[in-house]
T-cell receptor, first 115, second 116 residues
Framework: AQTVTQSQPEMSVQEAETVTLSCTYDTSESDYYLFWYKQPPSRQMILVIR??????QNATENRFSVNFQKAAKSFSLKISDSQLGDAAMYFCAYRIKTSGSRLTFGEGTQLTVNP | EPEVTQTPSHQVTQMGQEVILRCVPISNHLYFYWYRQILGQKVEFLVSFYNNEISEKSEIFDDQFSVERPDGSNFTLKIRSTKLEDSAMYFC??????????????FGPGTRLTVT
């Protein structure tokens, strides 16, 4: 069974600084998708960034980028120039490349941004 | 931008009662999902639905749960006899296709279910 692990329950960062959230996963699949979702206090799930496992290039979306290490099964999220609005719970998620397959989520990392 | 909607936003029910949570997926999407999140815990998959039938379900999705697409737009989750431990946020999601470019699952805002 696939598992996703986020070992940092809480992280904090100063506004305008950079922070990295860690995620590891376990799978026997060779091709799959990885995601980072943001959950603000409203509890809405918002997709931040996605990575396809067969792509070696790390995904980037504005201030958000990932460090995807396939061999190590590691998928970290880097947030640059942190803003107060980035404060939220961040979930790492995994999905196999089959139609309609489930997302498997990690436990989440609560990010605090200090002014 | 199209979005997934869910009603109600908050439902309070007594233990043993039946509840129906409603979702309107994005109109051209083909795959529908329910997830739940107990307060302070991670999001857990319940069930996926495609072509008017369940395509996958988790061990959480026991006989107390059922899903239905009663018409061309709604997707519902029914809990027949609620338990205290069913208290959670329930998220509906939809995707156009599970593979290819349109693999992204779009989440609704959630329904907070409180069982007393």
């Amino acid at each position: 069974a696939q598992t996703v692990t986020q070992s940092q329950p809480e992280m904090s960062v100063q506004e305008a600084e950079t922070v990295t959230l860690s995620c590891t996963y376990d799978t026997s699949e060779s091709d799959y998708y990885l995601f980072w979702y943001k959950q603000p206090p409203s509890r809405q799930m918002i997709l931040v960034i996605r990575q396809e496992a067969y792509k070696q290039q790390n995904a980037t979306e504005n201030r958000f980028s990932v460090n995807f290490q396939k061999a190590a099964k590691s998928f970290s999220l880097k947030i640059s120039d942190s803003q107060l609005g980035d404060a939220a719970m961040y979930f790492c998620a995994y999905r196999i490349k089959t139609s309609g397959s489930r997302l498997t989520f990690g436990e989440g990392t609560q990010l605090t941004v200090n002014p | 931008e199209p979005e997934v909607t869910q009603t109600p936003s908050h439902q309070v029910t007594q233990m043993g009662q039946e509840v129906i949570l409603r979702c309107v997926p994005i109109s051209n999407h083909l795959y529908f999902y329910w997830y739940r999140q107990i307060l302070g815990q991670k999001v857990e998959f319940l069930v996926s639905f495609y072509n008017n039938e369940i395509s996958e379900k988790s061990e959480i999705f026991d006989d107390q749960f059922s899903v239905e697409r009663p018409d061309g737009s709604n997707f519902t989750l029914k809990i027949r006899s609620t338990k205290l431990e069913d208290s959670a946020m329930y998220f509906c999601a939809s995707s156009y296709s599970g593979t290819g470019l349109a693999y992204e699952q779009y989440f609704g805002p959630g329904t907070r279910l409180t069982v007393t």
